[in-house]
């Protein structure tokens, strides 16, 4: 495990691979920096997010670890701006850890939520985690072929856009994955534990009141378009399916 790990590090620092790191704390930003450095990123650091966003368009880093409260731009319209572009890692940081702001950063595309205080390695291990779950993703895509069409549903992977009846609908990045999830396996009960290790990784640290605020939100959108051929159902004391009518 631990040559493996070892490898991965020489491979970052033969090829020079970016990592960065915005918050207006230098404290934060120095010692996050180091333990980069060790992993084998360069570290590109912004105090605000304005500057993130600059640093972000001129260098393409690997992953982006971003502050919630930042001046002049804070990290979730950060991480909106950086969705609109690119599916690069985002792993967001704050210093509150109420539920309904985990789940507002999942929704707009971030891959985890880190909570202050935390521990510098910790966080590396959760790049680890999301860089490993972004490894898979494209194999999983090839086999899928990219394209899944169910009546009235068409999801595309490769454009990561989702459209009922021809119109496309303005999903989040974690929208058009669970779609793809339930959708690919019409009629099977996926458990909240399921999508949550499915969607977010064994790695992320939250609970299934993740899944049900998630769909609920889901939901929402995809009701505003007519879809009487399927549905999202819910399983009660179980979790949920994509059930096809008729």
């Not at 990123?41 to 600059?54: I, K, P």
């Not at 595309?156 to 690919?184: C, F, P, V």
Request: charged residues 30%; aromatic residues 8%.
């Amino acid at each position: 495990m631990e040559s493996c790990r070892r490898k991965a590090v020489e491979k970052r620092r033969s090829v020079m691979q970016y990592i960065l790191i915005a918050d207006d704390n230098p404290d934060i930003t120095d010692v996050l920096s180091e333990y980069a450095k060790k992993e084998g990123y360069e570290a590109l650091l912004a105090a605000d997010g304005e500057e993130a966003l600059r640093l972000f368009g001129q260098y393409a880093p690997a992953v982006v670890l971003l502050d919630v409260m930042m001046p002049k731009m804070d990290g979730y319209a950060v991480c909106r701006e950086i969705r609109k572009t690119s599916d690069v890692p985002v792993i967001l940081i704050t210093a509150r850890g109420e539920d309904f702001e985990k789940i507002m950063g999942l929704d707009i595309g971030a891959d985890d939520y880190i909570v202050k205080p935390f521990s510098p390695s910790e966080v590396m291990a959760r790049v680890r985690a999301v860089l490993r779950r972004m490894v898979k993703k494209p194999q999983e895509s090839v086999a899928n072929k990219n394209v899944l069409v169910v009546a009235n549903l068409m999801i595309n992977l490769d454009e990561y856009a989702l459209s009922i009846d021809g119109q496309r609908m303005t999903m989040t990045k974690k929208e058009i994955e669970t779609m793809w999830t339930l959708a690919s396996n019409p009629n099977k009960v996926f458990t909240r534990d399921n999508l949550l290790d499915s969607l977010w990784g064994y790695d992320y640290y939250g609970d299934t009141r993740t899944v049900d605020s998630h769909i609920k939100r889901l939901r929402a959108k995809l009701d505003t378009v007519a879809h009487p051929a399927w549905s999202i159902q819910t399983v009660w004391g179980v979790g949920y399916k994509f059930e096809i009518e008729g």
